[in-house]
């Protein structure tokens, strides 16, 4: 790179994580109603701005085209009115929520007459680098404000025009409740230099939250300086017990997979219970093949519909974000526990029974950020846990894990309360 060029991207992102620290200390003390009039006036400009919205989406899917994305990645960069108008409800949903700041997680009094209480505190400024998904500069943005925190956000190349139309909005509407409007601030270059530039700002950015595919979110935990919040992939599994009722299991599977393959919640890998691998596996399998899932399956699934491709090694643990399943036939819940811990990513699995002691087996022993249980591993989403929105899935162990929402984003304090009080 033209040095000339480097150091005017190091100079513009300084100074972007200046404005953001300013902005930080004046969110820490925001009212909440402040912070409820800005994200609901940001929401009502995200509609009244629907069509220039949509317009510099067009732009992007063009470009996004011309890149050659997958079609799944494709659905990822692409805004519809209803998307839209999901993403202002997201900002209206955050709004109601309660504020996160200043709630007391606990409180108790000493024998030497203290009293202490230890209250949520915002973590100070969030640095979020994402790629094709527009709708993160909101939820990003929003969750953020709603915490007390300023943001940094640095979208993808392919979304740069849709993201820079949200963000527009969103700073209406931190004009209209008098935040600065440096809270929420987008990195305006596509130039990859910006990332590096954020990965090193151990003075401006207190935590990066990368959301994207495995290269960007492995670069960012191999580079980063500051620390992170991030899963590498969404490997999730469905396990299908011998105890599974068929008319759930096959509208859980089926759903699991296909409702929308690019998000990180999508089902990749199907276990099947030996003991009904020829009649409900067999039924399970059709019903994905029929719906245009590719099922990569092991030489017992290959018996069970000519269909079915063979799997390589390569299939275990694979993300496709795409219509294919990995598919293969265990011996149980002990033998499916097993294939999980080998090639899972910690993210989301589900168990399909209706025996309580399989259930609690597999909720026991498996360690991933979400277990579920009859239920479509798609709702692996901030906004379908209450959270109104999630700037993304944590499956690391410390501070964060699951649904990242506004009240992840806090750390805490501890106040201390004497009346002259001195130790001896």
Not at 11 to 21: F, H
Not at 216 to 242: M, N, T, W
Request: hydrophobic content about 45%; some cysteine.
């Amino acid at each position: 790179m033209d040095k000339a060029v480097e150091g005017d991207i190091a100079e513009m992102m300084a100074a972007i994580g200046a404005r953001a620290r300013a902005a930080a200390a004046v969110l820490a003390s925001a009212s909440s109603a402040a912070k409820r009039d800005a994200l609901e006036s940001a929401a009502t400009a995200i509609l009244d701005n629907r069509d220039p919205i949509l317009e510099a989406n067009s732009q992007d899917m063009e470009f996004g085209h011309e890149k050659g994305l997958t079609k799944a990645m494709l659905d990822r960069l692409w805004l519809t009115p209803e998307r839209v108008r999901a993403m202002a409800d997201g900002l209206r949903a955050v709004a109601a929520q309660d504020d996160p700041v200043g709630s007391v997680i606990a409180e108790w009094d000493m024998p030497s007459g203290l009293h202490i209480r230890r209250v949520r505190t915002p973590l100070g400024v969030i640095g979020v680098i994402y790629e094709s998904r527009p709708n993160v500069t909101a939820d990003a943005g929003g969750l953020c404000l709603k915490s007390g925190n300023a943001s940094i956000l640095r979208g993808g190349s392919e979304s740069f025009h849709s993201s820079g139309a949200i963000h527009a909005c969103l700073q209406q509407g931190l004009s209209a409740a008098d935040l600065p409007e440096d809270a929420i601030q987008r990195v305006p270059t596509r130039d990859r230099a910006a990332v590096a530039e954020m990965l090193r700002m151990t003075s401006h950015i207190d935590v990066i939250v990368p959301r994207g595919g495995k290269g960007l979110v492995g670069l960012v935990q191999s580079e980063a300086r500051v620390p992170v919040f991030a899963h590498l992939e969404g490997i999730c599994h469905i396990y299908l017990d011998k105890a599974a009722d068929p008319e759930k299991a096959r509208a859980v599977t089926l759903n699991a997979k296909t409702r929308r393959t690019g998000i990180c919640g999508a089902a990749e890998c199907l276990l099947i219970d030996r003991a009904i691998a020829t009649d409900l596996g067999a039924q399970v399998l059709r019903d994905l093949l029929d719906a245009g899932v590719k099922v990569h399956g092991c030489r017992t699934t290959q018996g069970l519909d000519p269909r079915i491709t063979p799997a390589t090694d390569e299939d275990w643990g694979r993300e496709y974000l795409d219509m294919d399943i990995a598919a293969r036939v265990v011996d149980g819940v002990g033998d499916a526990i097993e294939h999980i811990r080998t090639y899972g990513s910690q993210h989301t699995e589900a168990v399909l029974t209706e025996d309580d002691a399989v259930a609690a087996h597999f909720f026991a022993e498996l360690d991933s950020a979400i277990l579920m249980r009859n239920a479509s591993t798609q709702f692996a989403d901030g906004g379908e846990f209450g959270m109104g929105a999630e700037i993304g899935i944590a499956t690391g162990k410390m501070h964060a894990r699951g649904p990242v929402g506004a009240e992840q984003l806090t750390s805490f304090k501890y106040l201390v309360e004497g009346d002259g009080t001195v130790r001896p």
